[in-house]
């Protein structure tokens, strides 16, 4: 039922109890709390039983401190020339050395040979903007003097379509009846009646009036109605 990492344990009734050591023991039980050993603070005194116990000295071999003392030469010498020679690279690509110069200088140049090529394109370019813009401009005119003809155009062909049709109203209104006239106009219309029926045979022919026969009139006198009709 209960674990412990640990085989120390000892049964007391129905509970398992540790008794050795409780900081290497990791307890997962139910009201138990681990205890952990933890390092003395600083601010404490030494104890007691060591107050007066002098550690012995760290014994090093002769042959051994002579191997440390060559690595850390081997070491300490490495690291210098390391130094050194970062401090060379430093030295030979800062802002004030002579490659860091010669750059300098050859970035210069390109930089006036590319803004010289540059006033050059724009001086093209604005050149063949002017020329494209003078062509616009003369399409836009010869445009506007079209368009100023055709109106005109239009203009005079709808006054000349107005007074044609002034002058038809005129002519027509010549046939209109008169107040003084109408009761005479009327008279004629009913001693000579107008009759607006007629009839269409399968030839094309037009017979005018509901009594008119084919046979009452002479045949080079009919009416053919047009070709653009009988389509």
């Known amino acids: 039922m209960f674990s412990a990492v640990k085989s120390n344990v000892v049964n007391v009734g129905r509970v398992n109890r540790l008794w050795l050591p409780l900081n290497d023991v990791t307890v997962t039980l139910a009201g138990v709390q681990s205890v952990r050993r933890t390092r003395k603070p600083l601010w404490l005194p030494p104890a007691k039983s060591k107050m007066f116990k002098i550690p012995p000295r760290k014994y090093i071999p002769e042959e051994e401190s002579r191997e440390l003392l ?8 490495q690291m210098k020339m390391i130094r050194r020679h970062l401090k060379n690279e430093v030295q030979r690509t800062a802002a004030t050395s002579e490659l860091a110069l010669q750059q300098a200088a050859e970035e210069e140049a390109e930089h006036q040979a590319l803004m010289e090529y540059n006033l050059q394109e724009n001086l093209r370019v604005a050149a063949l ?15 506007v003097e079209a368009t100023k003809k055709y109106q005109e155009e239009k203009a005079l062909l709808a006054e000349e ?11 027509f209104a010549k046939s209109f009846i008169k107040r ?10 009913i001693a000579n009646p107008v009759d607006y029926n007629f009839a269409v045979d399968n030839e094309g022919h037009v ?3 509901r009594l008119t026969k084919p046979q009452d009139t002479d045949e080079k ?5 047009p070709a653009t009709a009988m389509q």
């Not at 060559?70 to 010498?77: A, D, G, P």
């Open 70 to 77: 060559r690595l850390y030469n081997n070491y300490r010498t």
């Open 129 to 143: 903007r002017g020329k494209r813009v003078q062509k616009e401009f003369e399409a836009e005119m010869a445009r």
């Open 161 to 171: 379509e107005a007074m044609r049709i002034i002058t038809e109203t005129q002519e």
């Open 180 to 189: 003084e006239d109408l009761e005479q106009a009327i008279e004629a219309a």
């Open 207 to 209: 017979f005018r009036g």
């Open 221 to 225: 006198d009919w009416e053919k109605l």
